[in-house]
C-alpha cells in the first residue's frame, strides 16, 4: 500500500532532518517545497525570482506558486508508490487542493511534529546549514560553540537567509496564523498523529516510525 505522508510542524521543529531519514529508511521520495523553492531562488528561474523576496521576509509563497510546483512534482513516477511532504501544505487552502489531487491516490497519513514556541527562536537562531551538501548541522548542547564545518562532509556551514531573528518570528507568526489550523483540519481523521518533537532526535525518529505504522493500521 502506498505511503502518503504528511508532515506537519513549526519552523524549527525538526521536520526537515526527520523527513529526510524517515523517507530514505521506507524509500519514498522526500518533497521539500522549502527545498524545491530554494534550488529555484539559487538557479534563478522565473520561480525563484518571484518567490526570493517573499521568502526573505518569512511570508508565503503564493498558493498558485507552490501547487504548480506540487502537482507537476506529484505526478512524476517515483511519487506514484507513496510520497513524503515536507512544507507542505502550509495553508488550509493548499490542504484542500491537496485533497483533490488525492482523488483516486488513496489516503494521507498526517504527523505533526509539535515543539513550544521558545524552543523554536532557540533552535533557529543557531541552526547552521552545509553550504556544499545541504545537511542540518546539530544543534550544539546548551553552551556549546555551534560547529563551523558539516560533520558529514566537510563543507562549510552557513546561517539560512531566513534564519535571522526578525525573519524567524515573522515565520512564527504566519505559521500560527496560516499554519496552525491545519492541525485542526487534519485532527479528526483517523490518519492523523502527532509527536513530541522537543525530545533528542532519535527518539522523535522512533515515535514517528511509531505514529506512521499506527495510522496505517488505521486506513
Ligand atoms: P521551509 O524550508 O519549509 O521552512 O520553507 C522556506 C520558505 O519557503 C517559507 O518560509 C516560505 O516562504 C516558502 N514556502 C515553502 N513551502 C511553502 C508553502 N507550502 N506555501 C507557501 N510558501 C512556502
Redesign the pocket.
Known amino acids: 500500500m502506498a505511503l502518503n505522508l504528511v508532515m506537519l510542524g513549526p ?1 524549527g521543529a525538526g ?2 532532518t526527520q523527513a529526510k531519514r524517515f523517507a530514505a529508511a521506507r524509500r519514498i521520495p522526500h518533497i ?7 534550488e529555484a531562488v539559487a538557479a534563478g528561474t522565473e520561480i525563484g525570482l518571484r ?1 526570493r523576496a ?2 526573505e ?7 498558485e ?2 501547487l504548480g510546483i ?1 502537482r507537476e512534482r506529484l505526478a512524476r513516477p517515483d511519487a506514484q508508490a507513496g510520497f513524503l511532504l ?6 488550509v487552502a ?1 490542504a484542500e487542493a491537496l485533497d483533490r489531487m488525492m482523488a483516486g491516490r488513496g489516503r494521507l497519513v498526517v504527523v505533526d511534529i509539535a515543539v513550544a514556541d521558545d524552543e523554536l527562536v532557540a533552535r533557529l537562531t543557531s541552526r547552521r546549514v552545509c553550504s556544499a551538501c545541504g545537511a542540518n548541522a546539530e544543534f550544539p548542547p546548551a553552551g556549546q560553540p555551534a560547529p563551523t564545518v558539516c560533520a558529514r562532509c566537510g563543507g562549510s556551514l552557513t546561517q ?1 537567509a ?1 534564519d535571522r531573528e526578525d525573519v524567524i518570528r515573522e ?1 512564527l507568526r ?1 505559521y500560527a496564523r496560516d499554519t496552525r489550523p491545519l492541525v485542526d483540519y487534519y485532527r479528526g481523521r483517523p490518519t492523523f498523529r502527532a509527536v513530541d518533537g522537543a525530545q533528542p532526535p532519535d527518539r522523535v525518529a522512533g515515535d514517528l516510525a511509531t505514529a506512521v505504522d499506527s495510522a496505517l493500521e488505521a486506513l
Open positions: 519552523p521536520k526537515g521539500s517545497t522549502g527545498d524545491m523553492l530554494r518567490a517573499v521568502m521576509q518569512g511570508g508565503l509563497v503564493s498558493d506558486i507552490i506540487v515536507d512544507g507542505f501544505p502550509r495553508t493548499q539560512r531566513d515565520r504566519v
